[in-house]
């Protein structure tokens, strides 16, 4: 079974910190994508950054960035100068042939 | 734009009654999804159409039917309610199903319960 796994179900960090969001996943294909949602207390899905598995080099969206550890299938999400806005459940995903997978998620709480 | 759309918001079902979930986008996407949001277990995935006239089962699909009614809107059909469908729904699209590296835009989610 292919499956995503987010070891961290809460995590805390002061504001203007910076924070690692660790996950780990499980395939023996060689091109997939990854992706790290971030789901506010409205529901709403959005995307915060995305990676190719083919690509070396680690993808950045401002103060996000990842460590994406291929033969480790390892793609940690750190949020740099954390801001009360980041506090949000954090969910890492792949993509592979028709499918997405999910982890579990990670609750991010920002404290003032 | 609205983007992804869905109705009902919130929905209480007894157990045996059906009810159909509406989703539509307006980003003229080639393709839908349907999953589930429960607590501690992440989104799981029910159908997807990967194009307007075709449907296919994903990680979860028993209990429920979808209806690719056109390229806009992908419906999902509870036959017969059961407690253990009691979720939070989501629909989604995105360009492509064929490129992995396109996002999916997700909707605001239906809260579903069944007592």
């Known amino acids: 079974a292919q499956t995503v796994t987010q070891s961290q179900p809460e995590m805390s960090v002061q504001e203007a910190e910076t924070v690692t969001l660790s996950c780990t996943y499980d395939t023996s294909e060689s091109d997939y994508y990854l992706f790290w949602y971030k789901q506010p207390p409205s529901r709403q899905m959005i995307l915060v950054i995305r990676q190719e598995a083919y690509k070396q080099q680690n993808a950045t969206e401002n103060r996000f960035s990842v460590n994406f550890q291929k033969a480790a299938k390892s793609f940690s999400l750190k949020i740099s100068d954390s801001q009360l806005g980041d506090a949000a459940m954090y969910f890492c995903a792949y993509t592979l042939n028709n499918d997405m997978r999910f982890g579990a998620g990670t609750r991010l709480t920002v404290k003032p | 734009n609205a983007g992804v759309t869905q109705t009902p918001k919130f929905q209480v079902l007894k157990t045996g009654q059906s009810m159909t979930l509406q989703c539509a986008q307006d980003?003229?996407?080639?393709?839908m999804y349907w999953y589930r949001q429960d607590p501690g277990m992440g989104l799981r995935l029910i159908y997807y159409s990967a194009s307007e006239g075709t449907t296919d089962k994903g990680e979860v699909p028993n209990g429920y039917n979808v209806s690719r009614l056109n390229k806009r809107e992908f419906s999902l059909r509870l036959e017969s309610a059961a407690p253990s469908q009691t979720s939070v729904y989501f629909c989604?699209?995105?360009?492509?199903?064929?490129?992995?590296?396109?996002?999916?835009?997700f909707g605001p989610g239906t809260r579903l319960t069944v007592t």
């Open positions: 989604a699209s995105s360009e492509d199903l064929s490129s992995l590296a396109y996002e999916q835009y």
């Open positions: 980003m003229n996407h080639n393709s």
